[in-house]
């Protein structure tokens, strides 16, 4: 079992900035992938930046140029580093952790973080 805790998100306004921070309780070395993905009312969660199966790294097309994914392996942690935010990246932001356990792939997901991007 993995413990995902996110942090950072909040309010601001467009075209600024925030850092969100993830959290895991167990190496992120040995994740298969790890990401975030988003979501608002009333649509499906969606892919917004992962580190791959091979470490490489894929965005979201609407944040591509705004957003970078980063992680720290000595303290377990992944960073969302969001810059010229736009009213729509406005949703709930989730950390997601997947890992090969017993030969399949497990699905880790933390509590969530909001991020609203208004003046």
Do not use: H
């Not at 413990?3 to 309780?25: D, I, K, M, N, T």
Request: hydrophobic residues 35%; contains cysteine.
């Amino acid at each position: 079992q993995v413990q995902l805790v996110e942090s950072g998100g909040g309010l601001v306004q467009p075209g600024g900035s925030l850092r969100l921070s993830c959290a895991a309780s167990a190496s992120i070395f040995s994740m298969y992938t790890m990401g975030w993905y988003r979501q608002v009312p009333g649509k499906e969660r969606e892919l917004v930046a992962i580190f791959g199966s091979g470490g490489r790294t894929n965005y979201a097309d609407d944040v591509k140029g705004r957003f970078t994914i980063s992680k720290v392996n000595a303290v377990n942690t992944v960073y969302l580093q969001m810059s010229s935010l736009k009213p729509e990246d406005t949703a709930v932001y989730y950390c997601n952790a997947r890992m090969v356990t017993g030969g399949k792939l497990a699905d880790y997901w933390g509590q969530g973080t909001q991020v609203t991007v208004s003046s």
